[in-house]
């Protein structure tokens, strides 16, 4: 398949996405873009929603990531499950109790201004380091497979797929999304499922064939008992516990979608489903990416140096035309899901949360919608720096580094939620911009010198770094008053 098809598929997806946006954005103002007008049905956040939580990264860097941790990430997928149910029971009741626009205003009801804005900032530089980091995996696949055919620069590719999510968010914001998601969670999981069949062609198998050869093979191991390894199975439990519970339930962007059902019921239902379609739609994936490391063995293929190139490899060079648009349709629509609704959270946290515009009485409508899209560029702008900077920086699978920048941008909201809602006393509120600047800077030397220790930190430095700032909230917390 030539570069030039793959841009007409690309450019025929775009089109499709431009004319969902301009249809349900019509009439929105900014509690559309915020909150959807509170009328989302649930059952089409709970199906766009696992999109979102999948995105590129998983559609590329979880398949490639097999090569080495085998299906150990399984581990992490079930201990999702016990950070939904605590999401669905404390979290989601608490955010609808108190009738929250953004999470972070939770903060503020219960400690103060300073805690606030500390997890509010925390949040927009967690969502936008995580939310460029998947764009990037995404612009840096096409543009290796694609892209470079034309000598068009990486730089404006970045920009080319940021402003293409612009144009079909700029109005209608989370609104748009959940329909939008929706369109783009079915082809996802279609590609993947196609992918797979056309693999399983390749090595002169069927479906069923396949699935014994993957689970005959040791990338099939679910359970590694090396403690000194970061795929160890308590850690990737225990990680993936808490990466739910602060990278679903303490994240704007995932609870914003929440937020526009009906009702906490229906939120509810939306985790609950959302929860229990995601272990096996991750299996799908880990089934793939045995899959490929077979196909490419089997083949004398010479792996990529980079794990999440593994896919596109095969995708675009051994499994012919119908593969390639199948990748090209899963990648994009994965990516797209993920990055739309990110910025949408980034723009509203910074709107509501940082800027205060809806508080500001002095505005009328039309200059708060201003403002709003005026704050929506400068995160474009600030999204597409930061995927500039990656191209410059990477160097290992995305999905580890994803989760390592997750440790240490996420323990501080850990703490400070978990201390609010686990703990009657009061924080000094002006002290805690310092405790959540020093306590990630003590887990990262924790992280650093412990190899040292003979110990190798993974995915599980968030709860160190969790740990450490609450005993600094702790230290600067005093008896609630009777």
């Known amino acids: ?3 030039f098809w793959i841009l007409v598929t690309l450019g025929l997806y775009t089109l499709m996405l431009f004319v969902f946006g301009y249809f349900t954005s019509r009439k929105a103002n900014n509690d559309s873009f915020y909150r959807a007008n509170g009328q989302a ?27 080495n941790s085998h299906f150990s990430y399984l581990m992490v997928v079930f201990g999702y499950l016990v950070g939904y149910a605590v999401i669905i029971k404390v979290l989601l009741p608490l955010y609808y109790k108190l009738q929250l626009t953004t999470i972070y205003s939770y903060l503020e009801q219960r400690f103060g201004f300073w805690s606030y804005k500390s997890g509010a900032s925390y949040f927009l530089l967690s969502r936008l380091i995580g939310s460029s980091f998947r764009m990037f995996l995404v612009v840096m696949v096409l543009q290796n497979f ?5 000598h068009i620069p990486f730089a404006f590719s970045a920009f080319g797929f940021v402003a293409i999510i612009i144009i079909y968010t700029f109005k209608g914001g989370i609104k748009t999304i959940v329909w939008t ?12 499922v196609i992918a797979f069949i056309l693999i399983a062609q390749g090595l002169g198998l069927n479906f069923m064939q396949l699935i014994d050869k993957v689970m005959d093979s040791s990338y099939s191991q679910v359970i590694i ?6 795929w160890h199975f308590a850690k990737q439990f225990l990680s993936g516990m808490f990466i739910t519970i602060v990278m679903t339930g303490l994240d704007q962007d995932m609870m914003q979608k929440n937020l526009s ?13 959302l929860s229990i379609s995601l272990l096996p739609i991750n299996l799908i994936f880990l089934f793939l990416g045995a899959s490929l490391y077979i196909f490419a063995a089997q083949k004398g293929l010479t792996l990529p140096a980079k794990p999440d190139m ?3 490899m095969v995708a675009f060079e051994h499994l012919g035309t119908v593969s390639a648009v199948i990748f090209v349709i899963g990648i994009i629509a994965a990516a797209f899901s993920s990055a739309d609704s990110a910025m949408t959270a980034l723009t509203t946290s910074l709107s509501v949360d940082i800027i205060g515009i809806e508080k500001n009485h002095k505005l009328s409508l039309q200059q708060k919608i201003r403002q709003r899209k005026l704050l929506h560029l400068l995160v474009a702008l600030a999204t597409l720096g930061m995927i500039i900077l990656f191209g410059s920086l990477n160097k290992d699978s995305v999905i580890n580094e994803l989760f390592k920048i997750a440790g240490f941008t996420y323990g501080p909201l850990l703490a400070l939620f978990g201390f609010g809602l686990f703990s009657r006393r009061q924080i000094r509120d002006r002290w805690v911009p310092m405790v959540v600047i020093i306590s990630p800077l003590l887990a990262f030397l924790i992280h650093e010198m412990a190899p040292a220790w003979g110990y190798t930190f993974g995915f599980e430095i968030l709860l160190v770094n969790g740990f450490i700032n609450f005993i600094g909230l702790y230290l600067i917390s005093r008896r609630a008053s009777a």
């Open 1 to 3: 398949m030539t570069p």
């Open 41 to 67: 049905p649930w059952y089409l956040v709970a199906y766009g929603m696992i999109g979102a939580s999948l995105s590129g990264v998983t559609f590329i860097s979880i398949p490639g990531a097999v090569g």
């Open 146 to 150: 694609v892209l470079d055919y034309y």
């Open 181 to 192: 998601d929706t369109l783009q969670t079915t082809f996802m999981l279609a590609s993947v």
């Open 225 to 230: 008992t090396d403690v000194g390894s970061p």
């Open 261 to 273: 059902c009906r009702n906490l019921s229906d939120a509810q239902k939306n985790m609950k489903w």
């Open 310 to 312: 593994l896919f596109p």
